[in-house]
């Protein structure tokens, strides 16, 4: 029994190992896919399994239904939990401002002034690649050239943020959240509607 | 329901010491702090436990933790724990990313334009404050007037190289 429940507690681990072996195997067997993408189905397909191991758990113990959910609901936050501290680590390879001035440095062993650093990596490129990021994947939208929030899962983690620094930092809020909460997103103006 | 509720508490406990200390006076070494506040408060915890503190509390409710629940419990308040230091380290500065979405949050009815982004997000805002960073950690140095890649810097990097080059990544971060 003991061993089971050892084996039980350490299985969002277990699921958190498949699911980066799964996005590594997709990163490089599918990498038109994008990295996202890989990611996200990496994430699901082990979700699914630890959510399959966790209803047996659930179905073998059904005398004390209450103690099993709660079990299950800390063992899926550890998944998650480990599987969003997997995500950011990888995406400082990707999005990190700090490695790409260091990547350019490295390329460069002779040393770069500021005004050559600023050249090849600055604000106006981060603008570009972040502004397609978003509308990518659909958390911005270009309507006649001006950008628009959408309401997504990056606006809620905005608000959540902001509620954070105000709470542990002190700061002052810089977004009005009852605004956004009512917000009604533009959406992308039909062609047809000009037509008629 | 022992995991869940003791995991969260331990989280809370040490959540709520961390913020108390915060608000008397933030450390300028806020990180290393917050990780004491988070290893202590377990150990703590697992001291008075063992001697005989929480007695009273668990014999009132009949529990009796197995080796097991006790693994579980801690693995559950790392979780919690290593996440919020994650969170915690990117409140002082805001991502690109994020910027862009607290500015479009702030003109919600007519949105902005690509110059008027340019002009909120400047080189001084977003890169300067991290070559300084990187200064200071000693992973670059200025000398004569250019910014040379340290040792440290290098390891630092190939790190994230590797990572690159495993994951089939864009070479170019950012």
Known sequence: MLYTDIIHAVSPILFSVLFMLIHLLFANVYPSM?????????????????????????????????????????????????????????????????????????????????????KKYNANEIVHRRIAKLGHNGQIINIDNRYHVQKSITLYMVIILEFLRVIILGNKIRIPISEIIHYIPPNIPNPRDHDN | MIILVSGLSLFLISFAIHLILWRIKQPTNSVRVIIVIFICIPILCLTFFNLGYFDNLLNSYSIVLSLAEILHIHLFYITLSAIYLLVYLG???????????????????????????????????FLLPRVNFLIDEKLISLSNGKYILNPKGKTFLKTFLIIQKIYNLQNKAG
């Open chain 1, 34 to 118: 994008g990295y996202f993408r890989t990611v996200k189905i990496a994430f699901s397909f082990s979700f699914f399994l630890q959510i399959g191991f966790e209803s047996l758990f659930v179905i073998q113990s059904l005398n004390q239904l209450l103690d099993s959910i709660s079990i299950v609901i800390v063992n899926i936050i550890i998944y998650c939990f480990i599987g969003l501290g997997y995500f950011s680590f990888i995406n400082l390879a990707v999005s990190a401002l700090r490695i790409r001035l260091l990547t350019e440095l490295f390329n460069r062993p002779d040393g770069l002034t500021n005004a050559e650093l600023f």
């Open chain 2, 91 to 125: 409140l002082p500065e805001d991502s690109p990313s994020l910027f862009i979405i607290i500015s479009l949050s702030n003109s919600l009815k007519n949105g902005l334009s690509i110059d008027e982004l340019n002009e909120l997000i400047t080189d001084d805002i």
